[in-house]
């Protein structure tokens, strides 16, 4: 059981813009935590989409942006692409438990 | 290039147990921080441990202390000690090298990932 939600999935036409939220609270993104995302295409490990809320590792379009307010996250994808169609999962950190990271719930994003 | 390379997945019955090998290059393990993360068929990703440069280890609670994250500098590799296995650890299992710049880790390189399924 996660706690960080995210909606099952969204869906967009190619060139439009989709977003994703991550929903936490004051243990986790509220306590001002940093937020990652991380893009799984199918059948192959994640990879590393964006890193302390809102930073691209080199080679990642600049189409995915993301952003941190209060207790939520959100990962933007601008200009849709039928490549961008993967599950994506955001993370952070809880204080509440034991250990340290924690993944969101994920989302599938369907390019039609 | 950084690459990782893990081994030792398999079948294994309930209440057994099992060793992951995970095999690092174009970087020293020893002075990284090192993570399992798993999933499950069909469903998400799920932190497992971590082990820091220092050696300190630590892991995610639900797993009662029935796994144990380590690593051998010589051989630039880390492991993955499961035991007390049951069908609820069925999962893939991905080594990833694990990066701190601020007050959170996250997984900056993954491996391909080894596939544990625990059945009878």
């Known amino acids: 059981q996660s706690v960080l939600t995210q909606p099952p999935s969204v869906s967009g036409a190619p060139g439009q813009r989709v977003t994703i939220s991550c929903s936490g609270s004051?243990?986790?993104?509220?306590?001002?935590?940093?937020v990652h995302w991380y893009q799984q295409l199918p059948g192959i490990a994640p990879k590393l989409l964006i890193f302390?809320?809102?930073n691209r590792p080199s080679g990642v379009p600049d189409r995915f942006s993301g952003s941190r307010s209060g207790t939520s996250a959100s990962l933007a994808i601008t200009g849709l692409q039928a490549e961008d169609e993967a599950d994506y999962y955001c993370?952070?950190?809880?204080?509440?438990?034991?250990?340290?990271?924690?993944f969101g719930t994920g989302t599938r994003v369907t390019v039609l | 290039d950084v690459q990782l390379v893990e081994s030792g997945g398999g079948l294994v019955q309930p209440g057994g147990s099992l060793r992951l090998s995970c095999a690092a290059s174009g970087f020293d393990v020893y002075d990284s921080y090192m993570g399992w993360v798993r999933q499950a068929p069909g469903k998400g990703l799920q932190w497992v441990s971590i082990?820091?440069?220092?050696?300190?280890?630590n892991h995610a609670a639900s797993l009662k202390g029935r796994f144990t994250i380590s690593r051998d500098n010589s051989k630039n590799m880390v492991f993955l000690q499961m035991s007390s296995l049951t069908t609820e650890d069925t999962a893939v299992y991905y080594c990833a090298r694990v990066r701190n710049q601020g007050d959170t880790e996250y997984f900056q390189d993954w491996g391909q990932g080894t596939l544990v399924s625990v059945s009878s």
């Open positions: 004051s243990s986790n993104i509220g306590a001002g935590y940093d």
């Open positions: 302390n809320n809102n």
């Open positions: 082990i820091y440069s220092g050696g300190l280890t």
């Open positions: 993370q952070s950190y809880d204080n509440n438990l034991t250990g340290s990271s924690v």
